[in-house]
């Protein structure tokens, strides 16, 4: 088992980070045209050419990229792709999540380790138990269907470790981090980011975040970069925490 948690851990950092890659769009683009332009406007003037009217040179684009740069003016039209990389973010936890809790299970099950309680409350036919036994994939399936277990709710997601597999989960900055960008990814893809009523008030019982703590009804949510590392780390030192709690 803790191979096959070492592999997904491994794969759900190779997802964080080709997210990474999409927030420094902006900064990989602005890098490119930089090099370029003074590329260009140096062999223009120190080259043949020799060319010193400002007229045929590139000093007034790399003065006003530069402006760009410094004063993040394009900022605000960026925030449409934050909220996007946090759609990413909560959609690559969720799977990741998913296939954690299949992976335990299924070794459980295999090994008869599940606990007591577990076991209480799968509550398996005989026609079902032999199916799974043939087949322990199968478990998590007959749960999904019997129990409507689902990963896109993270309180589901802690009831899910506790009740299924006994891990309990801490309840801890990081988790109100992630309990927060949940909230964040149903409103960005339901409600175009525009806080609601119901909005506020989940969030509000989410008090130990380090992001976004004063909401306001019909104000529209935007991530910035900085706040897309908190989740981000968050994120991972959660699944650091759970593999090792998982493994030892």
């Known amino acids: 088992m803790k191979n096959e948690l070492k592999k997904i851990n491994e794969n759900f950092e190779k997802q964080i980070d080709s997210v990474t890659e999409l927030i420094q769009f902006d900064r990989q683009i602005m890098d490119f045209c930089l090099h370029h332009l003074k590329s260009l406007n140096d062999k223009l003037k120190n080259g043949a050419p020799k060319i010193n009217n400002p007229y045929y040179l590139a000093d ?32 690559h936890f969720t799977l990741t999540i998913e296939k954690i809790f299949s992976t335990v299970l299924k070794f459980q099950y295999s090994n008869d380790k599940l606990p007591k309680s577990a076991k209480n409350q799968i509550q398996l036919t005989l026609d079902e138990i032999d199916e799974v036994n043939q087949n322990p994939n199968l478990l998590k399936k007959l749960l999904v269907a019997k129990k409507k277990l689902t990963f896109q709710n993270i309180g589901n997601v802690i009831k899910s470790f506790e009740n299924y597999l006994g891990i309990k989960i801490d309840k801890d900055q990081k988790l109100d981090d992630i309990k927060f960008a949940f909230e964040c990814r149903h409103l960005i893809v339901h409600s175009v980011s ?22 306001y009804l019909d104000e529209e949510v935007r991530f910035t970069k900085s706040e897309l590392e908190f989740v981000k780390f968050s994120m991972l030192l959660f699944m650091q925490e759970l593999t090792e709690k998982l493994n030892g």
């Not at 410094?70 to 900022?75: A, G, I, L, R, V």
């Not at 525009?194 to 909401?215: G, P, Q, T, V, Y």
């Open 60 to 91: 007034n684009a790399v003065m006003a990229l530069e402006g760009i740069d410094k004063n993040k003016s394009f900022t605000k039209h960026y925030s449409i792709i934050y909220n996007q990389c946090l759609v990413l973010l909560v959609s």
């Open 194 to 215: 525009k806080a609601d009523e119901k909005f506020i008030k989940n969030c509000n019982s989410i008090r130990n975040r380090s992001i976004k703590k004063a909401l």
